[in-house]
């Protein structure tokens, strides 16, 4: 975790107010501008397609159950908690 001055997250708040993003949002998109200002590339992120998240919801959906309790007995005992 990295420890920002009070100066620096009232900029980034300002920035992302003014952008409507999160501060940390505003903090790589301002980071990522200066690396290309810089002449350093930026890696772009990749998206998944939407066959890739179908074949990753089909992969996760093929795991083993391993708690066979219906969502709402799970959900009482959390609550329990």
Do not use: F, K
């Not at 998944?48 to 005992?77: F, Y």
């Amino acid at each position: 975790m990295i420890n920002l001055s009070q100066e620096t997250e009232a900029l980034a708040a300002r920035l992302a107010a003014a952008e409507r993003i999160s501060a940390g949002e505003a903090i790589r998109q301002a980071l990522e501008a200066e690396l290309s200002a810089m002449g350093t590339e930026v890696r772009p992120r990749r998206r998944m397609t939407v066959e890739q998240m179908c074949e990753l919801g089909a992969e996760i959906a093929a795991l083993p159950v391993l708690d066979q309790r219906s969502p709402a007995e799970i959900m009482e005992d959390l609550n329990a908690l």
